[in-house]
């Protein structure tokens, strides 16, 4: 019998920190609406962000391969 297939990558799943539009209870799913600066992150948001950046840094650690990383266009994503 054949050894199992063994793969080598690894998939982290990050969701955007507090956004402005959490605060104010509004839903922003329009590409559109999610560009606009009133739909960013919010404080508590960029501080969540950060923390899930070095969460994320410390988790790849010396990758033999710089990350792929796909993202929604969405303000709040890219900040």
Not at 13 to 20: C, N, Q, V
Request: charge should be positive; proline fraction near 9%.
């Amino acid at each position: 019998m054949a050894a199992p297939l063994r793969l080598r990558n690894r998939y982290f799943a990050l969701r955007h920190g507090r956004s402005l539009a959490n605060e104010a209870r509004v839903i922003c799913s329009a590409p559109k609406r999610g560009v606009l600066p009133e739909f960013a992150l919010a404080p508590l948001g960029r501080e969540q962000a950060c923390a899930a950046g070095t969460a994320l840094k410390a988790s790849l650690g010396d990758a033999a391969r710089p990350p792929l990383v796909y993202a929604s266009p969405f303000l709040r994503t890219q900040e």
